[in-house]
């Protein structure tokens, strides 16, 4: 699985994850013949070039060591839920590598997530109500902007028109419902030769339909790229659902506090952010503005004071949250927005790097935040999936040659829960403990 940034994760358990993807990585994880590992490329913090470049060296390098170790696979690009990321830019460069793909077939539903596929129509569900994708703020993104909320068009817009919506093809609710696995197989056999394909899904058995259905047809020698999120990767493993990791499953005789970093800036991850402190008033936490970061003769000064104050919480047995300031801060240019993104980012891999106390867990918000703390800030090359804390929220347990191993991480995507869900996963990893009144 090729992760644009470490959510992927999200419904998966007793699974690896690595960071990096250089010939001998990859060679070591296929020869170790697990039914399925995640690669980490954080490709959604990157221009488009550069993601095509990292996608390239990637997929040459997988198959160099597919062919050392006599291991056939099947390549799923996972990448966002709400249709941020770049496509078709890393398809593209896959099919350039593995090709000629018979089809690339799109199937952005994740039911933890609560992102249905319908008629082509691809919506996020809002309490009770399904909301056409481009009508939500990640349609607003600074980056991976779109108009479209049927995938059809989406297509023909992300494509630059290279794609026309009548082109796309579409496997319909009908077909895998009613006619199950065969008949789903049977259109997947009938594709073009590279075309697209929306997969309408929205429930955990139209995944598995669409994944044995594909199965099949690759058994016939069909080559297919798929973009999908979460749920497809269980699916295509066959995975059946484990109940969530419980606050006894975090206990341990570590007296330290744990660590909580919110980088993310969609809305419902300062919404999540707010209540988190509302409900938790003795709450320790820091601000970093935005703006100072960003200066370089203020910065340092920060960090360094900010690095102070978090080893002083967490030798003391406390809790503490750290979180960039919530007012959103954008470029005029689509590269110049990433550079600005790219420096908070390093800045919050900083202050991690210079952690000298270790918590008892880190609680990371946001997907590039997250991918850069973990690879940059905490060493990880290879970590393993131990489940998710809460629907869509992944815990790794990092591993050796880490600063921290056998540390808690949860990967917590920006774009994932309820208004109260940041506050029940701390409240999980906490233990519930009350923070000392001052």
């Known amino acids: 699985m090729l992760d644009d940034d470490p959510t992927g994760t999200q419904t998966v358990y007793d699974t690896p994850v690595v960071t990096c993807w250089d010939f001998q990585t990859l060679e070591a994880e296929l020869a170790r013949k697990l039914p399925c590992f995640f690669i980490s490329t954080n490709s959604r913090s990157l221009t488009g070039r550069k993601t095509r470049a990292l996608t390239l060296e990637l997929a040459r390098n997988l198959r160099r060591a597919a062919e050392s170790t006599g291991r056939a696979f099947t390549i799923v690009s996972r990448s966002d839920s709400t249709l941020r990321g770049h496509f078709p830019v890393e398809t593209d460069a896959l099919a350039e590598v593995f090709g000629p793909i018979d089809a690339t077939i799109?199937?952005?539903?994740?039911?933890?997530?609560?992102?249905?596929?319908?008629?082509?129509?691809?919506?996020?569900?809002e309490g009770e109500v399904l909301v056409p994708a481009?009508?939500?703020?990640?349609?607003?993104?600074?980056?991976?902007?779109?108009?479209?909320?049927?995938?059809?068009?989406?297509?023909?817009?992300?494509?630059?028109?290279?794609?026309?919506a009548g082109e796309v093809k579409?496997?319909?609710?009908?077909?895998?419902?009613?006619?199950?696995?065969?008949?789903?197989?049977?259109?997947?056999?009938?594709?073009?030769?590279?075309?697209?394909?929306?997969?309408?899904?929205?429930?955990t058995r139209d995944a598995e339909v669409l994944a044995a259905a594909a199965l099949a047809a690759e058994r016939k020698g069909k080559v297919f790229v798929f973009r999908t999120a979460a749920s497809f990767v269980s699916a295509r493993l066959g995975l059946v659902d484990r109940p969530l990791l419980a606050a006894s499953d975090f206990e341990s005789g570590d007296n330290a506090g744990g660590l909580v970093v919110v980088g993310s800036h969609v809305p419902k991850s300062s919404e999540q952010l707010e209540h988190l402190l509302a409900s938790n008033r003795l709450l320790r936490h820091i601000e970093l503005?935005?703006?100072m970061l960003l200066e370089p003769k203020r910065r340092e000064a920060i960090l360094k004071s900010a690095a102070k104050q978090i080893a002083e919480v967490l030798s003391a047995g406390e809790d503490i949250v750290v979180f960039t300031s919530r007012r959103l801060v954008t470029m005029a240019k689509v590269g110049?927005?990433?550079?600005?993104?790219?420096?908070?980012?390093?800045?919050?891999?900083?202050?991690?790097?210079?952690?000298?106390?270790?918590?008892r867990f880190i609680i990371a918000k946001g997907g590039v935040t997250s991918s850069d703390i973990a690879s940059g800030g905490l060493g990880v090359r290879r970590a393993v999936v131990r489940g998710q804390v809460l629907p869509g929220v992944p815990v790794w347990r990092l591993g050796t040659e880490t600063r921290f191993p056998g540390l808690n991480y949860v990967v917590f995507p920006g774009n994932v829960g309820q208004t109260k869900s940041l506050a029940e996963a701390f409240q999980?990893?906490?233990?519930?403990?009350?923070?000392?009144?001052r």
């Open 336 to 359: 110049a927005t990433l550079a600005m993104g790219r420096k908070i980012s390093e800045a919050l891999v900083s202050l991690i790097r210079r952690l000298r106390v270790r918590p």
């Open 170 to 203: 579409s496997l319909s609710l009908e077909t895998l419902r009613r006619g199950g696995p065969i008949a789903v197989a049977a259109a997947l056999l009938a594709l073009p030769p590279g075309s697209v394909c929306i997969a309408n899904l929205c429930a």
């Open 134 to 164: 481009a009508e939500t703020p990640f349609a607003r993104d600074a980056v991976f902007g779109y108009r479209h909320s049927n995938l059809r068009d989406w297509v023909e817009e992300k494509t630059g028109r290279r794609i026309h």
């Open 289 to 291: 503005e935005v703006a």
């Open 106 to 125: 799109v199937a952005p539903f994740f039911g933890a997530g609560g992102r249905y596929t319908l008629g082509d129509v691809h919506y996020v569900a």
């Open 428 to 437: 999980k990893l906490s233990g519930g403990r009350r923070p000392k009144i």
